[in-house]
């Protein structure tokens, strides 16, 4: 990747005018990509040109728009390799993990299409026929953890409807989404239907309060999340879908095989290092003998992950967080947990300082009574012990959050209950919580979202529904309403 990185404006790729800033690579720390973040005045040629392009790429065709996206989706598979590459060394995950994300983009395509045409096609129901629109010019915030697949989850289905897009990545991740937009102009996509904007809080900021834009899609944090709500209080004319995380809980309650549950939960909280909005956070098991037989078995498989860089010959399973600051915030976290009465069951620990590198944990923080409701976004999964399966519901849904939750169990009556009393949008049933459908709506409730959920629902906030009578010929009724009265013509 080159070490003077671009921004795609009107079509070019230039740098941007504003603060110099660079990416790196959370297990080694070196410089992955060095830029500028876009300016005001970035920001303002960006979503002007989006706009000018707006008329013209909603005008087109729905079959002309696809063939766009799926032009992008062969220059994915071209460019497949130094994509995944480049996202192992900006996020630091191991890069098979790597390569299922990129052909998570490229699957993402043929399903977008699918999804508009069962949820967005033209209908009529009696006298009325309904049609989409696309909003106009969108901004897509996007995230680290996933920077690809996820502001792809965003962009693709947007532009299929008809909008333009101002797309501001992760500034952990910056070299990803250069790449991407690079192959999507590379493709072919028309000036202007997709802009690129370097920085980190206030070139976001400064793109959303922009008038030309007409939506904001967003994937990130709770906290960051509500301050675009708040900031679109007054602001119904703009379309707002968020995308936060959550702090998940996985119930553990009458199982025959621990081994199998261990599997689930070791994958629940500790794939992508922790870092999927998804993960695990609280692991419910039962006290006594049944729950203590599980958690030994979870903490034998725990110890046992391997842990490393994306170059290390024998790929990990794990690989660092996202940089030396999380790293520290986790382990901080730990110990404020440990002060309040945590018992740590095997300790995450920093690997190798100033990186993200760090050992995944396991804390029983079962006597901890004012625990906090936060999300811990990293390898660090809290153990709650409860004497019945009626407290351990009650702990699943003491959250403030509502994105996932799930069950381990052989009991079929406990998932009826679970299923049916679970406050989360995703609810899984002897399944890893990280796993999600691109075939289903993905998104929660609570601090987890707005009701905007995205994946196969991503259709619904990208247009607008316009409903109206048609007639093809004006003629007056056989009976006029009372009181109108037409008088002769003279």
């Known amino acids: 990747m080159s070490a003077d990185g671009v921004c795609w404006i009107d079509g070019a790729a230039r740098p941007g005018t504003g603060d110099s800033f660079a990416s790196l690579d959370p297990a080694e720390g070196t410089v992955v990509w060095r830029g500028n ?39 994915l598979e071209a460019s497949s390799a130094p994509l995944a590459e480049t996202i192992s060394r900006e996020t630091g995950k ?55 697949h996820l502001p792809n989850g965003h962009i693709v289905p947007a532009l299929l409807a008809g909008n333009t897009v101002v797309f501001k990545p992760s500034e952990r991740a910056p070299a990803v989404a250069e790449l991407t937009v690079r192959l999507w102009h590379d493709a072919g996509l028309p000036r202007g239907v997709l802009q690129l904007l370097h920085g980190g809080r206030d070139t976001a900021q400064e793109l959303v309060r922009h008038e030309e834009i007409d939506g904001v899609f967003f994937t990130g944090s709770a906290h960051a999340g509500l301050w675009l709500h708040e900031h679109f209080a007054r602001r119904p004319d703009r379309i707002l879908a968020l995308e936060m995380g959550g702090n998940n809980p996985l119930v553990a309650w009458s ?19 922790g870092q999927r909005c998804t993960c695990a956070r609280r692991l419910v098991i039962p006290a006594g003998r049944d729950g203590e037989r599980l958690l030994e078995r979870v903490a034998a ?42 018992v740590p069951l095997l300790e995450l620990r920093s690997l190798r300082a100033d990186t993200g590198r760090v050992s995944p944990g396991l804390l029983d923080v079962s006597a901890v009574a004012d625990r906090p409701d936060e999300e811990l976004f990293g390898p660090l999964l809290q153990v709650v012990r409860t004497t ?55 998104g929660g409730i609570g ?42 013509r003279s």
């Open 37 to 75: 973040t876009a300016s005001t005045a970035d920001v303002d040629a960006a979503c002007r040109s989006a706009r000018r392009a707006s008329p013209t790429w909603e005008h087109f065709s729905l079959e002309r728009r696809a063939e766009h996206l799926r032009a992008f989706a062969r220059a």
């Open 94 to 148: 191991p890069l098979w993990e790597s390569r299922t994300e990129v052909q998570s983009m490229i699957a993402k395509i043929e399903i977008s299409i699918a999804a508009h045409a069962a949820r967005c096609s033209p209908f009529t129901g009696g006298p009325a026929v309904t049609r989409f629109r696309a909003h106009g010019v969108v901004a897509v915030l996007g995230p680290f953890n996933f920077p690809g």
């Open 255 to 273: 199982i025959h095989d621990p081994d199998a549950a261990a599997l689930a939960i070791v994958q629940s909280a500790f794939l992508s290092a």
């Open 301 to 342: 498989c725990t110890a046992a992950l391997r842990v490393g860089a994306w170059t290390d010959r024998r790929e990990p399973f794990m690989g660092p967080v996202i940089g030396a600051d999380a790293a520290r915030a986790l382990v901080e976290a730990q110990a404020s947990l440990v002060a309040r009465g945590a």
């Open 388 to 442: 019945d399966f009626d407290a351990a519901l009650a702990e699943a849904r003491a959250t403030r959050y509502g994105l996932a939750a799930g069950l381990l169990s052989d009991d079929p009556a406990l998932w009826e209950r679970f299923r049916r009393e679970a406050r989360a949008g995703i609810v899984n049933w002897n399944q890893p919580l990280t796993g999600a459908s691109s075939s289903a709506p993905f």
């Open 447 to 488: 601090l987890s979202g707005n009701h905007r959920p995205s994946a196969w629902f991503a259709a619904d906030y990208c247009s607008r529904p316009v409903a109206g009578i048609e007639v093809a010929t004006l003629a007056l009724p056989e009976k006029l309403p009372p009181g109108i009265d037409i008088p002769p």
